[in-house]
């Protein structure tokens, strides 16, 4: 039987294919919900290194000091009642570990719910985001063995550096795309671009401010939005 992600993907694809809940919603609202799965991994994730980094790390954390118990000091281990002390955190943490693994699997789930249903909404390729995504990481770490260029990256600030330098190569080529997507025929898209771009200036962060010109100009070269 499959297991893993295989598992996952095949009971997606299913989904998609079969069933009625599924084709009811679209991705839009699914983009909504992974929005919420993500916030309740947070919380997870945060509890669990709160209550115990070593468990975090996928450790076993042990009480080895003494502990004060309603004011009064306790022993160290051996004593019966820092054992049950030890004992309940143990099973706090596994508790908890449990929980993150099962918000975690619920992210996976609607990432991957998300990613069929743009391809199903928007006529996608099987692989365009996938690929896409590769290629991305691909350009903004050349220092990788795998696939780089041959450049080094010794630390992590040399290696965010080179990120955020192919970052804006990308944001700069974005910029003479959009320049070059013919809108003579629909002034209102000539205008929508004028009003994107004074708010990308006004509101948007670098990183915003280029998702939201690629997301345009995917729309206007899929020409959905622009009428001939």
């Not at 983009?31 to 947070?42: A, M, P, S, Y």
């Not at 997301?215 to 939005?225: D, E, K, N, P, T």
């Amino acid at each position: 039987s499959l297991r893993g992600r295989e598992r996952l993907f095949y009971v997606v694809d299913k989904l998609g294919l079969s069933c009625p809940w599924t084709k009811s919603v679209d991705s839009t609202s699914m983009l909504d919900w992974l929005g919420g799965e993500v916030e309740e991994l947070r919380k997870e994730i945060s509890l669990l290194r709160l209550l115990s980094p070593a468990a975090a790390a996928g450790e076993v954390s042990m009480v080895s000091s003494p502990r004060r118990i309603s004011g009064m000091k306790i022993g160290g281990i051996g004593h019966p009642l820092v054992a049950n002390d030890a004992e309940h955190e143990d099973a706090e943490v596994r508790n908890t570990r449990k929980a993150l693994v099962s918000e975690l699997g619920d992210v996976l789930f609607d990432a991957i719910m998300l990613e069929m249903m743009c391809r199903r909404d928007f006529n996608l390729n099987p692989s365009e985001a996938w690929d896409a995504a590769a290629e991305k990481v691909e350009r903004r770490t050349p220092y990788m063995k795998d696939w780089g260029d041959g450049s080094e990256a010794k630390t992590s600030a040399e290696a965010e550096l080179m990120w955020q330098a192919a970052k804006l190569e990308e944001k700069k080529k974005m910029g003479i795309a959009l320049k070059k997507v013919p809108t003579r025929s629909n002034p209102k898209i000539t205008s929508l671009i004028k009003e994107v771009n004074k708010t990308l200036q006004q509101q948007f962060s670098g990183v915003l401010a280029g998702a939201a010109l690629g997301f345009l100009i995917g729309m206007l070269a899929s020409q959905r939005y622009v009428r001939r």
